[in-house]
């Protein structure tokens, strides 16, 4: 697997890129449900999609990582390198989303991309990450839990005031079950929420 940052050309997002990130969004319509982002979540349209990705972008610090296994865009993170209010005194990146093509859910693919997004973090010496789950998304809690991660507090959302739980993982230097290697970067070949 391969994680590859989406890059605007002339402050404009390709268009075959954008065709099929919006595909994948238009797979996950049961999460879109719960979240709300979109006003018909089963019609999802390349237009909402770019607003969404440069709403995403617009935040210092903020990356879009698109995951390709055999050159298929199967998913995408969306991470922060901090909290995107300096007042909070959080000192961990975060994980704004990661959303897997829904046909290709309970393959491995969201754990993998989730840990080639820690260990992009780890190899830049960060010691942990952070991620804002929906409360009304018990499968993504279960899922990061499965990570690792553990709650810290219950919050609401900065976007729409959902109901939420913050979740942490620490990063050591090494990935648990490979001492002494840092993660293997953005070339993993392995296989959200």
């Given at each position: ?26 797979t996950n319509h049961a999460f879109f449900e719960l979240s709300g ?41 969306a991470t922060l390198a901090h909290h995107p209010d300096p007042a ?96 293997r970067g953005t070339a993993d070949e392995t296989p959200f929420a």
């Amino acid at each position: 697997m391969i994680l590859q940052p989406l890059v605007s050309v002339d402050g404009a997002l390709p268009g075959p890129v954008l065709t099929e990130i919006a595909a994948l969004y238009a797979t996950n319509h049961a999460f879109f449900e719960l979240s709300g982002d979109f006003p018909d979540p089963h019609h999802i349209t390349v237009e909402q999609v770019a607003t969404a990705l440069a709403d995403e972008l617009s935040h210092d610090g903020a990356e879009v990582l698109l995951a390709r296994s055999a050159g298929r865009l199967v998913g995408l993170a969306a991470t922060l390198a901090h909290h995107p209010d300096p007042a909070s005194g959080d000192p961990d990146p975060w994980i704004g989303l990661l959303l897997i093509d829904a046909g290709a859910h309970r393959e491995g693919f969201g754990r993998t991309v989730a840990t080639l997004v820690e260990d992009r973090f780890r190899a830049a010496g960060r010691a942990g990450v952070r991620i804002a789950v929906l409360d009304n998304n018990p499968k993504a809690v279960a899922f990061w839990k499965s990570q690792g991660y553990t709650a810290l507090r219950r919050a609401r959302d900065r976007e729409l005031g959902r109901d939420c739980t913050v979740m942490r993982k620490p990063l050591g230097t090494t990935r648990p079950g490979h001492a002494g290697e840092l993660g293997r970067g953005t070339a993993d070949e392995t296989p959200f929420a």
